[in-house]
Each structure stands twice: as structure tokens, then as C-alpha cells.
Antibody, heavy 119, light 110 residues
Framework: QVQVVQSGAEVREPGASVKLSCKAS????????THWVRQAPGQGLEWMGV????????KYAQKFQGGVTMSKDRFTTTLYMELSSLRSEDTAIYYC????????????WGQGTLVTVSS | QSALTQPASVSGSPGQSITISCTGT?????????VSWYQHHPGKVPKLIIY???KRPSGISDRFSGSKSGNTASLTISGLQAEDETDYYC??????????FGTGTKVTVL
């Protein structure tokens, strides 16, 4: 059973940046694709992007191009997502998800990280 | 990429069957059998209940079933129970390699 653990809640002022982390049990990230999804208060799930097992191919939803940077530390097998130029609308729970290669669904989710953007 | 279209709410009485639609385009739902469905209780992590249009993960009740016709996928919940009252989301792979979720449907058990 894969376990996905995300970093804790963050509070930032508008215009600031935040870097979230995600770590899975075993060598999961070596073989799996990792996605990020967010849910703003009262809103639905929103797919943000995906990073491949090697960490070299990253795809972002058009909405998040330029404001989101996903990366992978191959030595610690930790995934990161940095959000820049934060606005109040970025207040949301951010989930890290695992996709087994070529399965196209998400059966392992992290617990979520609440990011609050407020002055 | 626009979100897949789901009805905002669907309701039914205990024991009845309800169906949630998920409408996309021929670039996502219509082109692939890569539609999945997630059940999301507030405050909890979303849970996979259907993948590849109609397949159920181990441990998921057979009251949940999925289907697809053209650009529209559907989730049917049979024998509706109080515990089914929550939010449901569809998701599809897109021909660009991206993914898109549905707008979400709140199921109410009357």
C-alpha cells in the first residue's frame, strides 16, 4: 500500500511564494507519475499538472503555466510544487496524487496541504 | 481546457438509483476510455470509485457502476444509501497528455 505524505499547512501574504512537498513510501516516485490537484473553498477539484517518474517531463494545465513550478529531488525522492505571486484566490487545499504508469487514474492521494493567502 | 460538465446536484430516495452525467469533448471523454470517478466527503481525501469508464477498484461496492456514450460518461449509484450523500467528480485524460476534472455533483439522499 502506497502512502503519500504532504507538508503541513502554510499561510502567506499576497504576492509571496510557497513551496509544498510530497513524499511517498518506498521508491514510489521512481516509477510513478505524480500529479497535483487543488480544491478552493466551495469549489471543485482542479487538475494542476503532472511530473513523470524521471522528473524531466512536466506538464501544466494552461491556467497554471507560469505561476506553478513542479520539481523532483531524485536523491530524497521528494516532490515539490512552488506557487508564486500568490493571490487570495489561491487559498485552497493542494493534493499530491500518484498515478501508476499508463493507468490514467489516481488511487493514491496525499492528505492535502492547506495554503491560506491573506494579508 | 474547460472542466467536464456535471449536474450541480442530483437527489434520490433511499433504495433508488441515480445517474450522474459527465460531458466532455472528442478530445477527452469521447476519445479515450480513461474516465475515472471520485467520491469526496468534505474534510476527507477523494476516493477512487470507478476507473477506465466502468471498472471498480477492489473494495468498492457494486452499487457503483460506470458507462460512456460518445462524449458523455455516466456514474450510476444503485440502491442509494445515506452514506452515498456527498460530492462526486469525474476526471478524464486529454489528448494533450493533460487531465481535466468535472465540475462536481452533490448527491443528496432524500
Amino acid at each position: 500500500q502506497v502512502q503519500v505524505v504532504q507538508s503541513g499547512a502554510e499561510v502567506r501574504e499576497p504576492g509571496a511564494s510557497v513551496k509544498l512537498s510530497c513524499k511517498a513510501s518506498g521508491n514510489t516516485f521512481t516509477y510513478y507519475y505524480t500529479h497535483w490537484v487543488r480544491q478552493a473553498p466551495g469549489q471543485g477539484l482542479e487538475w494542476m499538472g503532472v511530473i513523470d517518474p524521471s522528473g524531466t517531463t512536466i506538464k501544466y494545465a494552461q491556467k497554471f503555466q507560469g505561476g506553478v513550478t513542479m520539481s523532483k529531488d531524485r536523491f530524497t525522492t521528494t516532490l515539490y510544487m512552488e506557487l508564486s505571486s500568490l493571490r487570495s484566490e489561491d487559498t485552497a487545499i493542494y493534493y499530491c496524487l500518484i498515478e501508476e504508469p499508463q493507468t490514467y487514474f489516481f488511487d493514491y492521494w496525499g492528505q492535502g496541504t492547506l495554503v491560506t493567502v491573506s494579508s | 481546457q474547460s472542466a467536464l460538465t456535471q449536474p450541480a446536484s442530483v437527489s434520490g430516495s433511499p433504495g433508488q438509483s441515480i445517474t450522474i452525467s459527465c460531458t466532455g469533448t472528442n478530445s477527452d471523454v469521447g476519445i479515450f476510455n480513461r474516465v475515472s470517478w471520485y467520491q469526496h466527503h468534505p474534510g476527507k481525501v477523494p476516493k477512487l470509485i470507478i476507473y477506465e469508464v466502468y471498472k471498480r477498484p477492489s473494495g468498492i461496492s457494486d452499487r457503483f457502476s460506470g458507462s460512456k456514450s460518445g462524449n458523455t460518461a455516466s456514474l450510476t449509484i444503485s440502491g442509494l444509501q445515506a452514506e452515498d450523500e456527498t460530492d462526486y467528480y469525474c476526471c478524464s485524460n486529454v489528448n494533450t497528455g493533460l487531465y481535466v476534472f468535472g465540475t462536481g455533483t452533490k448527491v443528496t439522499v432524500l
